[in-house]
């Protein structure tokens, strides 16, 4: 009852810049915070970015300064936008959201499908 659906994903050259979006549809009642992993061959995945429902953000040592999440509240949409990507960034992309269905739910996590992101010359 609720999706996720990311796009933006890519090739782009080393230096280059991405922006990936996430829509979450569906039966939402409220979204606690949505955020962005990536999982690269032969490596566990890993936190990009999260954004909370008050707008905070935080972003591991490998991405800060290169990657900054924004979000939509009206479009339940968040967005990451990433620049000077490196080789090592290439990943599949996935978004994450905390979502409450209705007022007396529980929150869930919520995954979308992935988008593949190839830093590459």
């Known amino acids: 009852q609720v999706q996720l659906v990311e796009s933006g994903g890519g090739l782009v050259q080393p230096g280059g810049s991405l922006r990936l979006s996430c829509a979450a549809s569906?039966?939402?009642?409220?979204?606690?915070?949505m955020g962005w992993y990536r999982h690269a061959p032969g490596k566990e995945r890993e936190l990009v970015a999260v954004?909370?429902?008050?707008?905070?953000?935080n972003y591991p040592d490998s991405v800060k300064g290169r990657c900054a999440i924004s979000k939509d509240n009206a479009k339940n949409t968040v967005y990451l936008q990433m620049n000077s990507l490196k080789p090592e960034d290439t990943a599949v992309y996935y978004c994450?959201?905390?979502?409450?269905?209705?007022?007396?739910?529980?929150?869930?996590?919520?995954w979308g499908q992935g988008t593949m992101v190839t830093v590459s010359s």
């Open positions: 994450n959201a905390l979502i409450r269905t209705t007022r007396w739910a529980y929150e869930y996590d919520y």
């Open positions: 569906g039966s939402i009642f409220s979204i606690n915070g």
């Open positions: 954004i909370t429902s008050g707008g905070s953000t």
